[in-house]
Each structure stands twice: as structure tokens, then as C-alpha cells.
T-cell receptor
Framework: GEDVEQSLFLSVREGDSSVINCTYT??????LYWYKQEPGAGLQLLTY?????DMKQDQRLTVLLNKKDKHLSLRIADTQTGDSAIYFC????????????FGIGTKLQVIP | EPEVTQTPSHQVTQMGQEVILRCVPI?????FYWYRQILGQKVEFLVS????????KSEIFDDQFSVERPDGSNFTLKIRSTKLEDSAMYFC????????FGPGTRLTVL
């Protein structure tokens, strides 16, 4: 079955790059996602990558996918205090109606 | 930008009581979901709903749970007889492809 693992905590200084890592188990994942959750708020879809891609860039965000190692990462360039949040890695196996399986979330703390 | 909304934001109930959590999905979306997140644990899938019926449900979604789309706009999750372990944040999501989540309802069962 699907399982997604990620580290619990990351602390970076404002202006540095953050790299949040994730591993997943299901090699038939079709999409991999990064969601952001700010305190008291819902899950905001940040970005996603299709499984036949190995990189996607969207402004300050870079997603890298290593399908062989089942490893996904999210790089945030020039991290700001507003980036402090919990970041969830997630995968979807199959078509658009299928469930999403989440990791436990990495809490990113940005130190001014 | 259209968004998924959920009410109430926080619900407190006594064990054994019924609760109904409400969601208004994004209007042109066709698939609807409920997930939950127990404090300190992963976000877990409960159920998906399409074309007025359940598409998939997890082991968590037992006979105490039911979903309904009563009027073409709302999507509800009912828990018939709440247990202490049902205390969690409940997220609704809707999709045409990618899933968009609501802000969640925090359910506290005393």
C-alpha cells in the first residue's frame, strides 16, 4: 500500500534555501504533491509533479523527483518568515478521483 | 478564487451524540472527499464520493459514518454516535483533477 515518510522538523535562517525531503513507497504513484498548512488554516496545494517528470520549478519553489529512489524534495529559495508552516508531502496513485496519501508533515521554522 | 468552505470551524460534542460536519465544495467539481487528522498524526483518507455514491472508503469509515450531498451544493459527513477517538480535524476536499481542501472542522468529543 501507499506510505509517505518525511522528517518532522526543519529550521532555516531567513534568506537561506530550505529543502524538505520525502520518500514514498508506491512506485505506481501518478502525482506527487506538496501541501502547505499554516496555523489554524487548511491544506493549501502548493505545487505538484507528474511522475514522468523529474523537476518542476514554480517561482521560488523547485520540486525534484527521483523515481528510482522514490524520493521527492521541495526546495524553497530565499525562505521568508511567511514560509513558516507545516509542509505535507503526498502521493496519488491512479486517476484524478483517487485518494491522496499524506506524510506526517514537516514543520518549517524560519528564523529572522 | 473559488474555495472549499467548511462549517463549523470547531464543534464540541458529548460522547455518543451525533454530529454533522458540513462542506461546500467548489461549484464545478465532481469528486468529493473527507479526510481527518488526529492531533500529531497523518492526514488520513476517510471516503470519496462521486455521482451521488461512495467511490471508496477506508477502514476508518465504518457504520458510524455516512456522507450525503443533500442539495447539489453541500456535502456532509455524519457521525452517528461519537467516540472520544473521533476527536480530530476533519477536512473536506473537492476536485476535478487536483484536490482542493477546506480549512477543516475541529471536532472535540468530551
Amino acid at each position: 500500500g501507499e506510505d509517505v515518510e518525511q522528517s518532522l522538523f526543519l529550521s532555516v535562517r531567513e534568506g537561506d534555501s530550505s529543502v524538505i525531503n520525502c520518500t514514498y513507497t508506491d512506485s505506481s504513484s501518478t502525482y506527487l504533491y506538496w501541501y502547505k498548512q499554516e496555523p489554524g488554516a487548511g491544506l493549501q496545494l502548493l505545487t505538484y509533479i507528474f511522475s514522468n517528470m523529474d523537476m518542476k520549478q514554480d517561482q521560488r519553489l523547485t520540486v525534484l523527483l527521483n523515481k528510482k529512489d522514490k524520493h521527492l524534495s521541495l526546495r524553497i529559495a530565499d525562505t521568508q518568515t511567511g514560509d513558516s508552516a507545516i509542509y505535507f508531502c503526498a502521493e496519488r496513485v491512479g486517476g484524478g478521483y483517487q485518494k491522496v496519501t499524506f506524510g506526517i508533515g514537516t514543520k518549517l521554522q524560519v528564523i529572522p | 478564487e473559488p474555495e472549499v468552505t467548511q462549517t463549523p470551524s470547531h464543534q464540541v460534542t458529548q460522547m455518543g451524540q451525533e454530529v454533522i460536519l458540513r462542506c461546500v465544495p467548489i461549484s464545478n467539481h465532481l469528486y468529493f472527499y473527507w479526510y481527518r487528522q488526529i492531533l500529531g498524526q497523518k492526514v488520513e483518507f476517510l471516503v470519496s464520493f462521486y455521482n451521488n455514491e461512495i467511490s471508496e472508503k477506508s477502514e476508518i469509515f465504518d457504520d458510524q459514518f455516512s456522507v450525503e450531498r443533500p442539495d447539489g451544493s453541500n456535502f456532509t459527513l455524519k457521525i452517528r454516535s461519537t467516540k472520544l477517538e473521533d476527536s480530530a480535524m476533519y477536512f473536506c476536499a473537492s476536485s476535478l483533477g487536483e484536490q482542493f481542501f477546506g480549512p477543516g472542522t475541529r471536532l472535540t468529543v468530551l
